[in-house]
DNA sequence: CCAAAAGTGTTTTCGTTACACCCATGC
DNA sequence: GCATGGGTGTAACGAAAACACTTTTGG
């Protein structure tokens, strides 16, 4: 290594002291179906934890930059690609992990769940209801529950609810996600006025079909009001 | 290490290429003194970036929790205790750092300057105003200003800003440090409206004493209002 | 008495909420 | 024609913004 003097125990500690630790990502993967808010879990294989629900996650590749993990999971893993992702918190408790010294980044993303290539089954990879979810393994349930809390607040004042729904959509679906977002009710005459407010909408003129009631029209996400990207 | 099945890549690879890495903590102190917000930094004596500013900072020891480190940093760098702290964000860049893989994960502090125990030099430890400051080394002015925004959010809607004040505070000097964070003149009628309808003051009775003017009235921030902890 | 800042209310504007009726489609 | 959801406007309310004068203290 070369000398670097900005940290204060250079000299009294070698290399093998502080380059020791591991870093992972855990993914607190929403999706919307169902009229329901879930989330992307794995049935729990460890002894300590068997048979409860845990988040998506993997170790950072040593030659892999943090960013780049979550998005090489969410391909590896789900076979999903070019979705949002959001940092939220890092968690770096000396015995958090049963492994060793293992921190964890954790991401939200936001993802339609029909886009999803891998196949789904009961044990393994699944989507769950999230206000459904009272517990998980490790310390999980928190990073789900803080989640959700910056979840809410983003989609309040930015236009990035619209990865959870297909390019093409009604105004009650929205409404419908952001009721199952915020687990409520909304007077739909002042959510579509807020809404419509907001600029975020680009008017198809396109109706919706087979649906068995008048059709709505269809929008979708005006490009460029946000960057996707972390 | 124990077997452990979450993770992917185990098996293929070794301890020793995922247990490599350092971690770090990156430290944006805020403080306000002379009507501005200013931030602790250092001047940088790295060569590649000599004489640029630096915020303070250190690696995380291998037996020390991540939360733990940045009160360890404050205490034994600048002398202060019991102070705010929050995370804001992790970056990973495999090259960000010319050490090493280091990763860093950035805190926000809010202290009183006054208590400050540690001498100042202006080339070593020192205030610096936030807004004066167009660059930085590393990726430390990318930092700064991300915290610069979390800050602007966080003091709209919670009570922290108190820990840049001294315990007893008039409002000149409230709606004065709100001006310095957010770099605009407020109207003094509606500033304190909005700030007595919060009620996060508590009234002490007791006015400033030796200034040159009418004396203003003190005030305390009422706690138990926020927690003051990471 | 002058300078400096403290203290104080009202009006306007704007965003938010509450609320009810007719319309288009499928069956 | 009935069930289902689509589409629309207005009144009441509350928060935020604009705005000026009198009071208190020190010098």
Redesign the interface.
């Known amino acids: 290594?070369?000398p670097?003097?900005?940290?204060?125990?250079y000299g009294e500690l070698s290399?093998k002291?502080?380059?020791?630790?591991?870093?992972?990502v855990d993914l607190v993967i929403f999706g919307f179906a169902d009229g329901e808010l879930k989330v992307l879990v794995i049935n729990?294989?460890?002894a300590e934890y068997k048979g409860k629900l845990?988040l998506l996650?993997?170790?950072?590749?040593?030659?892999?930059?943090?960013?780049a993990a979550p998005y090489r999971i969410l391909r590896?893993?789900a076979g999903l690609s070019d979705v949002y992702l959001e940092?939220v918190?890092?968690?770096?408790?000396?015995d958090r992990h049963?492994?060793?010294?293992v921190?964890t980044?954790t991401y939200i993303s936001l993802v339609n769940c029909k886009d999803l290539t891998i196949q789904l089954s009961e044990n393994d990879l699944h989507w769950h209801p999230v206000h459904a979810i009272k517990e998980m393994a490790f310390d999980h349930f928190a990073i789900l529950q803080s989640c959700l809390q910056r979840l809410r607040e983003k989609v309040e004042d930015h236009p990035v609810a619209f990865n959870l729904l297909p390019k093409k959509f009604s105004l009650r679906e929205m409404q419908a996600l952001y009721e199952a977002i915020f687990d409520t009710a909304f007077d739909r005459r002042n959510f579509r006025k807020k809404f419509f407010i907001k600029d975020w909408l680009e008017d198809l003129n396109e109706l919706e079909v087979d649906v068995p009631h008048r059709p709505g029209k269809l929008y979708a996400f005006k490009k460029g009001e946000e960057a996707l990207r972390v």
Do not use: W
């Open positions: 290594m070369k670097y003097s900005r940290f204060s125990h290399d002291d502080y380059f020791r630790i591991a870093l992972s729990c294989n460890i845990s996650g993997d170790l950072v590749k040593p030659d892999e930059d943090l960013d590896e893993r940092q918190h890092t968690f770096g408790k000396v049963p492994a060793g010294r921190i980044t």
